[in-house]
């Protein structure tokens, strides 16, 4: 198939593909007999046919070596806006020369009647062909004068030759301008017919069955060809991070927790985790409570039971907090604040298991906090979560494992530093060296459970779970260049980065 161009198609003409045609017919059917095209713009004109056309169809089929072509080089003059003006409506000399009446005019009159550009550049040619006597009255000097300017300036858009004089008398008027003209010569080329044979693109089942294939010629395939681009679904940078690290965790063997619930209640969020019903995150300007369900319809009474007596009185040689635990409180349902509630969820269900079984636990997914909105802060975020279960595991094992974990997502270089969460005891504040930044850089929060968490659960007393915590946000914002959290989640985002970011790769797993 020959290429169209859209914006060549003239109305009233031939369809472009129909000239095309003509024209490589013409190409083809003349090598037949004669050894050389010598120049396509005379062929062009000698045939009748546009001769930028003439040049595509050159170039098709010098692609496909029925043709070999060469480049032809020439300097020509076109009209400038000025003389495709005059070449139009004559000189302004000649309108000037018209516009005088054989018994003469005043130059005032005179002026009346032209343009003022006319008439300025119209008296002084005049003047100079001493075609007219100006002054205040203006005369005629002779009876007729030819336009030769205005000939000139047509044989030069006919692309007819002039002499050279008027070439320089046009060129200092700026009536003409130099342009470089491009065309080719052709001769035939190694696989010359005076007919293209159309080059099959499939091999088919029909082709086969009649044993044309013999005699088919191939398209060659294009394994450059980009493809048409793809306009399905694609892949937020958050979710191409998370795969990542979803995919550290499996080669690391942990097993994926279920976080499939944003709603949890205030006992598996905060009560089970031994954080006081007091404690300011679980008020309402920290957390998000639900309106309808506002409570939990089951939680385990037993364990409830046993939890409600470490808040108050203690045991596992604690002290507990001392204060009048309130079932209430733990009732009321919450967009969880963290996905450790889905960790202790799911430890409580490994503690129902008897003999004890050894785990390593992932979770990646959303949390909400009610929090101030601004450039690094929204009111919700993803939490990447790791925990491991084990009997007699030591603050070492943690350190160990952040280490083993961090330098697989590029991250080698780790300081940890004391810190508190409720329900771990010791707690670490995660710090990694950014070399971008050149400073230390918090990145996430890790800790042993407390055994006033893990004991009620019915866990053997022997039994240490560590675990630690961080946003996918963090990184995410880091690898993908983005300094404002509104780039890259919520209504604001462009769907552009969406469609073009890259692909992520995490270390070397
Ligand atoms: N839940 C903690 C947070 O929200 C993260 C964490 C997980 C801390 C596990 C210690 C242990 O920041």
């Known amino acids: 198939m020959l290429r169209t161009q859209p914006g060549r198609r003239r109305e009233g003409v031939l369809s472009v593909s129909a000239e095309a045609e003509m024209a490589e017919e013409a190409i083809l059917g003349f090598l037949q007999t004669r050894e050389e095209i010598a120049d396509s713009g005379e062929f062009a004109a000698a045939h009748g046919l546009d001769h930028s056309e003439v040049v595509n169809v050159i170039k098709s089929l010098h692609g496909f070596r029925y043709v070999d072509a060469q480049d032809i080089k020439r300097e020509t003059w076109v009209l400038t806006e000025e ?12 309108q000037l020369f018209l516009a005088v009446p054989p018994e003469g005019i005043s130059r005032e009159e005179l002026q009346k009647r032209l343009d003022p550009s006319v008439f300025k550049i119209g008296s002084a040619q005049a003047g100079k062909n001493k075609w007219v006597e100006m002054g205040k009255h203006i005369s005629r000097k002779v009876q007729h ?36 003209w ?7 080329g190694p696989n010359y017919a005076p007919k293209r044979k159309k080059a099959a693109t499939d091999l088919t089942r029909e082709n086969l069955q009649r044993g044309d294939w013999r005699d088919l010629e191939f398209k060659e395939y294009n394994f450059s060809a980009k493809g048409p681009p793809s306009e399905g679904g694609h892949v937020h940078p958050l979710l191409k991070v998370r795969q990542q690290l979803k995919n550290i965790f499996l080669y690391m063997g942990f ?24 404690h300011p995150a679980r008020d309402s300007h920290d957390t998000f409570f639900l309106k309808a369900p506002s409570t939990t319809r089951e939680l385990p009474e037993d364990y409830v039971e046993r939890v409600k007596r470490v808040h108050e009185l203690g045991g596992y040689q604690s002290r507990g907090y ?7 409180e733990a009732n009321k349902n919450l967009l969880r604040t963290h996905t450790t509630a889905v960790s ?15 785990k390593k636990y992932f979770s990646i997914d959303r949390v909400f906090r009610n929090e101030a909105v601004d450039r690094t802060h929204l009111a919700e975020f993803h939490q990447i979560e790791g925990l491991i279960c084990d009997r007699g595991l030591t603050l070492g094992d943690l350190i160990g494992v952040l280490h083993d974990f961090f330098s697989r997502i590029g991250m080698s270089k780790l300081r940890f530093k004391p810190a508190y969460n409720p329900y771990t005891e010791p707690s670490m504040e995660i710090f990694s060296y950014h070399e971008g930044l ?43 260049g983005i300094d404002n959290i509104r780039d890259l989640f919520g209504h604001k985002v462009d769907l552009g980065l969406i469609k073009k970011n890259p692909i992520c790769r995490l270390g070397n797993n």
Request: aromatic share 10%.
């Open 83 to 94: 003389g495709k003006k005059y070449a139009d409506v004559g000189s302004p000399e000649v």
């Open 145 to 180: 004068v030819d336009d030769k300017v205005k000939d000139m300036l047509t044989r030069i858009k006919d692309g007819q030759g002039i002499d050279a004089d008027s070439i320089k008398a046009l060129k200092a008027r700026k009536l003409i301008t130099p342009q470089t």
């Open 182 to 188: 491009k065309g080719y010569s052709v001769k035939r």
């Open 255 to 278: 097993e994926e927790m279920p976080t499939n619930n944003y709603v949890e209640s205030s006992f598996w969020n905060f009560d089970a985790l031994f954080q006081p019903q007091q």
């Open 322 to 328: 001392g204060y009048e635990w309130k079932r209430d």
């Open 344 to 358: 202790t969820r799911m430890l409580y269900l490994l503690a129902q298991k008897k003999p004890f079984e050894p």
């Open 438 to 480: 050149g400073k230390w850089v918090e990145i996430g929060n890790s800790g042993m459970f407390r055994p006033e968490m893990l004991l009620p659960m019915g866990l053997p007393e022997d039994v240490r779970v560590i675990a630690w915590g961080l946003s996918l946000e963090r990184p995410t914002m880091i690898l993908y």
